[in-house]
């Protein structure tokens, strides 16, 4: 059974511009959720969609959006790239939100360098 | 409002020692609690979970985790450290039934095995 899978691995990206992450569930999972890890903030939840619905968001700008698919993969999206947005960005698939959902299996996670 | 307490940015073991590493947590009603595990440039990988059943847990790789409610923690133990152990551990916390709000993590441990 295929792991989650998060593309691509490492990014490179100059500040202003904008960028797009993408990550595969589990085969039978709905839900997904992304998370921030940075030295100083540590991992931080972004947000967590359910049936291509976004159910919760951290505390992020309005720059940081996603999406989910009818196949239950996942986008995220960062607009008007910071230099502080540099991070390893994981994503975790789960096979349901809320109760009844206990375990999330996480990808390798993007590293997003901002220059 | 949730909230996980790592003790110890850093602890040091001898190989073959017990490995303890601490955690506490703050939430108003007694939640699912996590431990995972992260190599260099890894992911993160589940170690054990408590979910309201045995107040002791057991995990992968000789771990496990002893659920206190009397004093809000879930340390996660190991009889004998092996140098395979070194890498970064994080303690989570989740509402009850798991899920919509994320995880929320503790800065981490890092485990560092003396030869």
């Known amino acids: 059974k295929a792991g989650v899978t998060q593309t691509p691995r490492y990014l490179i990206k100059t500040r202003g511009q904008q960028v797009t992450l993408s990550c595969s569930p589990i085969s039978g999972h709905r839900s997904v959720s992304w998370y921030q890890q940075t030295p100083g903030q540590g991992l931080q939840f972004l947000f967590e969609y359910f049936s291509e619905t976004q159910r919760n968001k951290g505390n992020f700008p309005g720059r940081f959006s996603g999406r989910q698919f009818s196949n239950s993969r996942s986008e995220m999206n960062v607009s008007t790239l910071e230099l502080g947005d540099s991070a390893l960005y994981l994503c975790?698939?789960?096979?349901?939100?809320?109760?009844?959902?206990?375990?999330?299996?996480f990808g390798q996670g993007t590293r997003l360098t901002v220059v | 409002a949730q909230s996980v307490t790592q003790l110890g940015s850093h602890v040091s073991v001898s190989e073959g020692a017990l490995v303890l590493l601490r955690c506490n947590y703050s939430?108003?009603?007694?939640?699912?609690l996590f431990w995972y595990v992260q190599y260099p440039n890894q992911g993160l990988q589940l170690l054990l979970k408590?979910?309201?059943?045995?107040?002791l847990v057991k995990g992968i790789n000789g771990f496990e985790a002893e659920f206190k409610k009397s004093e809000t923690s879930f340390h996660l133990t190991k009889p004998s450290a092996h140098m395979s152990d070194a890498a970064e551990y994080f303690c989570?916390?989740?509402?009850?039934?798991?899920?919509?709000?994320?995880?929320?993590f503790g800065k981490g441990t890092h485990l560092i095995i003396q030869p």
């Open positions: 989570a916390v989740s509402p009850p039934g798991g899920g919509a709000d994320g995880l929320t």
């Open positions: 975790a698939s789960s096979l349901a939100s809320g109760a009844g959902s206990t375990e999330a299996f």
């Open positions: 408590y979910t309201s059943a045995a107040t």
């Open positions: 939430s108003s009603v007694p939640p699912y």
